[in-house]
Every structure is written in structure tokens, then in C-alpha cells.
């Protein structure tokens, strides 16, 4: 298995471009969640899932969209790129809440 | 949100046990406390978790009070890729699986 796998690795974006962050993840799991990691601060929750067609929101979800549309899959969208979403993303996942969540290895985001 | 608040850092010799402690003095009755650790910039590893009895892995034990509202992790034979910031977190009672992390502690451990 190769857990939860997230693309791309590094990544700069101009201000006010698009893009989309990419996670999947090949253990069967229902709940998936993205997180952000701001320098020498903890993980705030962006959205999450529970299931395929289904999403919320997080602490922190404004600049943001997620779809679900299979188990697999989680992709974090972002619209019109700002300088204060540079950030380094994890996304994660869990067969069902609560329990030991998965961790992807992050995805570096610049915003210049 | 869930709080929690632990020492920002820690150092320990190679060798000896490593005594984490976390508040979460907020805790409600059926929420787990976990405790997670992210070596440099990975993604956070799962170590332990536990509700009110004391708990044990492969990794590490925790410790949880009587009362709940504070609980140590504590890494037996600590060693130098132990260093890492733990974090100690709970769902804030939640049931779906969300974790809120604070700072964590940041753990070092020296030859």
C-alpha cells in the first residue's frame, strides 16, 4: 500500500492564479481531511470528508474548495491564489473518526 | 476547538526516558487524547492514543490522570530520532475523526 499520497510535492503560484492540490489515498478509508501548516504553527483543518459526496468545513476553509467525488480521492482547490495561503498542506485520512489519522508527506505551496 | 497546551520544548539525553506532558483540562468524557510527532517538515506520525486507562505501544505509553484533564507521554529509551515536535491533541468532541493541533513541543534529544 502507498497510504496516502499527495501531488505535487513543491509548488509556486503567482498572485491570483489557480491550482489544485492532489491526494489519494489506496487503504479504503472514509474520512479524509486537509490541513495547513503555517511556520512554527500547529495543522488548522481546512475542510474534511466523511465519505464520497460528502464535505465541510474546517477551521480555516475561506479561499478553498474540495470535492469528493470517490472514495480515493480528495483534491483541495485554490482560487485566486493569495500570499497568505503559502503554506505547506498535509492531506490525511482515517477509516472512521475517531482514530489514527494518516498523514501524506505535504505539499509545499509559494505564493509570489 | 479543542485546547490543549504544552511546553513549547524539551531536551533529553539519548538513552533515558523522555516525559511529555499535555493540559487538556477541557477535555470532555468521551474524547480520546492522541498524540502525534512530525520529524522536520513530514507529515505527522501517529504514536499512541487513550481515553482513561493508561495505554501502551511499541512506541510509547501514555499516561492520563484520573480526572482527565492532563496526560504524559512518555518515551522509554529516548533516542536522537526521537527529536521531533508532539503534538497532543483531541477532537473536541467531535465523532468525525477531526484532530485540532496546537504547537506541539518540540523535543530534543542530545548524544
Known amino acids: 500500500n502507498a497510504g496516502v499520497t499527495q501531488t505535487p510535492k513543491f509548488r509556486i503560484l503567482k498572485i491570483g492564479q489557480s491550482m489544485t492540490l492532489q491526494c489519494t489515498q489506496d487503504m479504503n478509508h472514509n474520512y479524509m481531511y486537509w490541513y495547513r501548516q503555517d511556520p512554527g504553527m500547529g495543522l488548522k483543518l481546512i475542510y474534511y470528508s466523511v465519505g464520497a459526496g460528502i464535505t465541510d468545513k474546517g477551521e480555516v476553509p475561506n479561499g478553498y474548495n474540495v470535492s469528493r467525488s470517490t472514495t480515493e480521492d480528495f483534491p483541495l482547490r485554490l482560487e485566486l491564489a493569495a500570499p497568505s495561503q503559502t503554506s505547506v498542506y498535509f492531506c490525511a485520512s482515517t477509516l472512521a473518526g475517531p482514530g489514527e489519522l494518516f498523514f501524506g508527506e505535504g505539499s509545499r505551496l509559494t505564493v509570489l | 476547538d479543542a485546547k490543549t497546551t504544552q511546553p513549547p520544548s524539551m531536551d533529553c539525553a539519548e538513552g533515558r526516558a523522555a516525559n511529555l506532558p499535555c493540559n487538556h483540562s477541557t477535555i470532555s468524557g468521551n474524547e480520546y487524547v492522541y498524540w502525534y510527532r512530525q520529524i522536520h517538515s513530514q507529515g505527522p506520525q501517529y504514536i499512541i492514543h487513550?481515553?482513561?486507562n493508561n495505554e501502551t505501544n511499541e512506541m510509547a505509553s501514555l499516561i492520563i490522570t484520573e480526572d482527565r484533564k492532563s496526560s504524559t507521554l512518555i518515551l522509554p529509551h529516548a533516542t536522537l530520532r526521537d527529536t521531533a515536535v508532539y503534538y497532543c491533541t483531541n477532537s473536541g468532541g467531535s465523532t468525525l475523526g477531526r484532530l485540532y493541533f496546537g504547537r506541539g513541543t518540540q523535543l530534543t534529544v542530545w548524544p
Open positions: 487513550g481515553l482513561k
